[in-house]
T-cell receptor, first 112, second 110 residues
Framework: EAQVTQNPRYLITVTGKKLTVTCSQNMNHEYMSWYRQDPGLGLRQIYYSMNVEVTDKGDVPEGYKVSRKEKRNFPLILESPSPNQTSLYFC???????????FGDGTRLSIL | QKEVEQNSGPLSVPEGAIASLNCTYSDRGSQSFFWYRQYSGKSPELIMFIYSNGDKEDGRFTAQLNKASQYVSLLIRDSQPSDSATYLCAVSNYGQNFVFGPGTRLSVLP
């Protein structure tokens, strides 16, 4: 089954404790993205990747890092999480930027 | 800053009516246009995409694009209570990032 898999689905943690949210897709997609979704603000792109070792900032990259060492994986790293990063996070992928994106089920992060 | 705007709603329509959702965008370089449906707490799911000016129909859904006016719309015919959700408009400029609108909440009343 074609899918985008995110882990964990839920996480409660504390300020400053490094965390990684994993994202993996099995569709051989080149384009992958991370979004955060906050009430009233919609989905905002954090980082995107056009291919292996090619990443770029989206609209809200501050406080986040990503890497793309393999085509299928695109982890989101919060080196020193803060409460304002409490949000619902989605990973998505597609063959090309112009194509419809497939979304993972989301990760709800709470930073205390 | 590229922007995509939508009325936040809620837009309420009676069952069986046509729901009309609208979206405007600021980046004239936008090339791809998408409508996603999102139920509360769930991930967005693709409803329609359109690349060229004009109308594109798929079942009860019709997407309309007017690049000159920087306007894209989604019509839902014969609206059902199961269509009640938030509808997200998204645009993409080839090779660059995706931008989503804030979404319009649709409520279809039985």
């Amino acid at each position: 089954e074609a899918q985008v898999t995110q882990n964990p689905r839920y996480l409660i943690t504390v300020t400053g404790k490094k965390l990684t949210v994993t994202c993996s897709q099995n569709m051989n997609h080149e384009y992958m993205s991370w979004y955060r979704q906050d009430p009233g603000l919609g989905l905002r792109q954090i980082y995107y990747s056009m291919n292996v070792e090619v990443t770029d900032k989206g609209d809200v990259p501050e406080g986040y890092k990503v890497s793309r060492k393999e085509k299928r994986n695109f982890p989101l790293i919060l080196e020193s999480p803060s409460p304002n990063q409490t949000s619902l996070y989605f990973c998505a992928s597609s063959f090309r930027p112009r194509d419809p994106q497939h979304f993972g089920d989301g990760t709800r992060l709470s930073i205390l | 800053q590229k922007e995509v705007e939508q009325n936040s709603g809620p837009l309420s329509v009676p069952e069986g009516a046509i729901a009309s959702l609208n979206c405007t965008y600021s980046d004239r370089g936008s090339q791809s246009f998408f409508w996603y449906r999102q139920y509360s707490g769930k991930s967005p799911e693709l409803i329609m995409f359109i690349y060229s000016n004009g109308d594109k129909e798929d079942g009860r859904f019709t997407a309309q694009l007017n690049k000159a006016s920087q306007y894209v719309s989604l019509l839902i015919r014969d609206s059902q209570p199961s269509d009640s959700a938030t509808y997200l408009c998204a645009v993409s400029n080839y090779g660059q990032n995706f931008v989503f609108g804030p979404g319009t909440r649709l409520s279809v009343l039985p």
